[in-house]
């Protein structure tokens, strides 16, 4: 079934589902999710959706919360992980979440009895819930949670005043106005310190807790506020402690009721779920279709989701009157499309999504569904398409069998045209003799013919207007339909007397039979640079020897070339450098090409030196001696 849901795009509608469901575990739910096959799963998902609908288009919100992570907080609490208390108010939050839902459905449950019934399973949780808010608050364990956390932080706040009204004494007295850097405590880390300047380090008595990058500051816990301070490290030490011991409680009320949790987590889990194809059916516009297991499909108005919405509706049948359908007409006229939507609109609904379509759609669900649609359209490749067709065509005719929908687009293409009629013929007749229902689209006058001639299949055309040359893409039932070569090459811009003349042949074959005189074209002589490669300064070239592209600085009519690549000069055989473009097709009239060859810098000192600067003149006086004097050292 993958390779049809890959070549129906079937992934893509997972895709859009996944992004309208809350939870994580929701989304990888829905990615692990299969096309199913058992009719009575098929209703009951569809039942699932369209209750959903109803509670969407009445502009009801379900309260989901706290379900973005709860499968990874689940999975801490599982492992014996203690809970944060952001994690645990996000814990809280889901199990309120889901007392509601369970209210909520209560309240529509004569509207959706499926949902109400899904949602009675969730136990109530709410003596755990109101722990958790009572004892975290602000993201924090609150003071209340217990009364030793309460004394510990009362004796905290009254040490901290302590350890502040020291410092603030020591920042206000005279004598030690010259040391401070700036007047203000510093908190580092655990300790309150002073600001001193690096010089007086060694006059203040205290701890030097940190120092600043240039050095110019040190932080000193001064030491008057040295016992406070250890006190106050004591009195934090042991608020952790009993806030993790308060957490470790409520985590632990969490795993004890670890069963009634993993079924809220489950319940909650399939309604977003539900919700989510809910959401998708509603933005598609979708219908909730009949579904049976007779083989029969009655489409009406049905539209490809992926397509823009102006797209001809389709009207399609299969199953009743007749098991096989052969479509007919001209490329681009939508013979693709139509098996495409049939086969999409078939997984959608055993998938549980409601389909684009009007009221009195019905869709069959099949054992499998089975597609052969190739869009490559590339002669060179002609041989390798249509064995590859062949081999999943083969692989088809292994596992087809009654209940199951085949999809063949332009079966028998890709060879020589009476093999190829007469093979997709005998591939139809024996998916047809295994009890298949077929839907194939062809150009092929035996496959028509076979079509109009057998009495439980029957052909049809993609509409086209031939006066203004347009498809209509409508599927007309029971009509055969032209390929329309005269409309693809006008639209690909040929001739009109071309396609009218073809147009004639099409009636007449009075083609053309006489032999016409063509004068013999003297060859030109070859010239000079025609016999020998000759290059110009600036042309462009490749390179085979480096496989890159260079420029030419000098052509002797030699047998070796000076080249400027990667800004060197280099000699390279002629019979390795290939023109690209030559520098009359590169640059303008009076372009200096040496300025190709020398960065900016050279060519302003050239300049300069030209026009008599006397800075530049110094510098290249400089410079010569400089080297001189670099010689003579060599020398010694």
Do not use: C
Not at 242 to 271: H, K, N, P, S, W
């Amino acid at each position: 079934m993958k390779q049809t849901i890959d070549q129906l795009q079937f992934e893509q509608i997972k895709k859009e589902v996944q992004k309208r469901a809350i939870g994580q575990y929701s989304k990888m739910r829905i990615e692990e999710m299969t096309i199913q096959t058992n009719l009575q799963t098929v209703r009951t998902r569809q039942e699932e959706t369209k209750e959903a609908r109803l509670i969407l288009d009445s502009h009801q919100h379900v309260p989901f919360m706290g379900l973005t992570r709860i499968d990874t907080l689940t999975a801490q609490v599982k492992k014996g992980l203690i809970l944060t208390p952001a994690e645990l108010i996000e814990y809280a939050d889901f199990l309120r979440s889901s007392r509601m839902i369970r209210r909520f459905f209560e309240k529509n449950q004569y509207q959706t009895p499926l949902l109400h019934a899904y949602s009675k399973n969730m136990l109530d949780l709410l003596t755990i819930e109101e722990l958790i808010y009572q004892q975290i608050k602000n993201q924090k364990v609150s003071d209340d949670a217990s009364r030793n956390l309460r004394k510990v932080r009362k004796q905290l706040q009254q040490t901290e005043k302590e350890i502040q009204d020291r410092l603030l004494k020591f920042l206000r007295h005279p004598h030690n106005k010259e040391m401070i850097q700036e007047s203000m405590i510093v908190q580092k880390g655990e300790h309150y310190t002073i600001p001193i300047k690096a010089s007086y380090k060694n006059k203040v008595p205290g701890n030097i807790i940190e120092q600043s990058n240039k050095g110019t500051t040190v932080f000193i816990e001064p030491v008057a506020v040295e016992k406070a301070s250890m006190n106050h490290q004591l009195l934090k030490a042991e608020e952790i402690a009993e806030e993790y011991q308060i957490l470790a409680f409520l985590t632990g009320a969490l795993a004890e009721q670890e069963q009634a949790i993993d079924l809220i987590i489950e319940t909650v889990t399939r309604l977003d779920i539900i919700f989510a194809r809910g959401k998708y059916s509603r933005e598609i516009q979708g219908v909730t279709p009949e579904v049976n297991q007779a083989e029969y499909i009655k489409i009406k108005q049905g539209r490809h989701p992926l397509l823009p919405e102006d797209a001809v509706p389709l009207d399609f049948e299969l199953g009743n009157n007749y098991r096989g359908l052969v479509i007919t007409g001209a490329n681009a006229g939508g013979k693709t499309v139509v098996l495409k939507t049939v086969g999409l609109l078939t997984l959608m609904a055993m998938f549980g999504l409601q389909v684009p379509a009007a009221k009195g759609t019905e869709l069959a669900v099949f054992d499998e569904v089975f597609v052969d649609i190739g869009d490559q359209q590339n002669i060179e490749n002609a041989l390798s398409t249509f064995s590859g067709h062949m081999q999943n065509i083969a692989e088809i005719l292994r596992k087809v069998k009654r209940n199951t929908l085949v999809l063949l687009d332009e079966i028998g293409s890709g060879t020589e045209p009476n093999e190829g009629a007469a093979l997709a013929v005998a591939i139809m007749e024996t998916m047809y003799e295994k009890g298949a229902l077929i839907v194939a689209t062809t150009h092929y006058g035996e496959i028509k013919k076979f079509a109009n001639d057998h009495e439980d299949f029957i052909p049809a055309a993609m509409a086209f207007d031939r006066e203004a040359l347009q498809p209509k893409y409508l599927l007309q039932v029971g009509e055969t339909g032209e390929s329309q070569a005269l409309w693809i090459a006008k639209k690909m811009n040929m001739s009109e007397k071309l396609i009218q003349q073809a147009n004639h042949y099409i009636h007449d074959k009075d083609y053309q039979r006489k032999k016409k005189e063509f004068k013999v074209v003297k060859a030109k002589e070859p010239t000079i640079k025609q016999k020998k490669q000759l290059f110009s300064k600036g042309d462009r070239v490749l390179s085979t020897m480096h496989q890159k592209e260079a420029l030419v600085y000098e052509d002797m009519g030699e047998e070796m070339i000076t080249i400027y690549l990667n800004k060197e000069m280099i000699m390279v055989p002629r019979k390795r450098l290939n023109l690209k473009m030559s520098a009359e097709q590169l640059y303008p009239d009076g372009y200096e090409l040496d300025q190709l060859f020398t960065d900016f810098q050279t060519r302003k000192r050239e300049k300069d030196l030209l026009r008599g600067s006397k800075k530049a003149h110094k510098q290249l006086l400089k410079e010569a001696r400089e080297r001189k004097v670099k010689k003579q050292g060599e020398n010694d």
